[in-house]
C-alpha cells in the first residue's frame, strides 16, 4: 500500500520513472514522534530497524520532554519524558 523513499545526498529525485509521470502518486513527508523513557524509545527505534521501515541514524537524538503544568502526562518511571523524532516521504496513491 505505501512505498517510502530515503532522500539522496544531492536533493534530486528519488521516484521511481514510473512514478515520476504518473500524476496520480505524490510524495508526503511524514513525521513520527516518541515519546517515552530512553529505553522504550531506544528499543522501538530498533524494532522499526528491524523491520526495514527506519535507520537508527533516521532518528534525532532523543531531547528531554518540559513537563507541563495542571496536566497529567506520560512520565516514565524516572520522572523524566523523552522524544525523539524521524521523518519519511511516503507516496500517496
Known amino acids: 500500500m505505501f512505498e ?3 532522500p539522496d545526498a544531492s536533493g534530486a529525485s528519488n521516484l521511481p520513472p514510473s512514478s515520476r509521470s504518473t500524476s496520480h502518486v505524490r510524495p508526503e513527508r511524514v ?3 516518541l515519546y517515552g ?3 522504550g524509545i531506544d ?3 530498533k524494532i522499526l530497524h ?3 521501515y527506519t535507520d537508527p541514524n533516521d532518528w534525532s537524538d532523543p531531547i528531554p520532554v518540559p ?3 495542571g496536566t497529567t502526562g506520560a512520565t516514565t518511571p524516572a520522572g523524566t519524558t ?3 523524532i524521524a521523518t ?3 507516496l500517496i496513491e
Request: proline residues 4%.
Open 31 to 33: 513525521r513520527h514522534m
Open 37 to 39: 523513557s530512553l529505553a
Open 67 to 69: 513537563p507541563t503544568s
Open 82 to 84: 523523552w522524544m525523539a
Open 4 to 6: 517510502y523513499l530515503e
Open 50 to 52: 528491524a523491520l526495514g
Open 43 to 45: 528499543r522501538t527505534i
Open 88 to 90: 519519511k516521504t511516503v
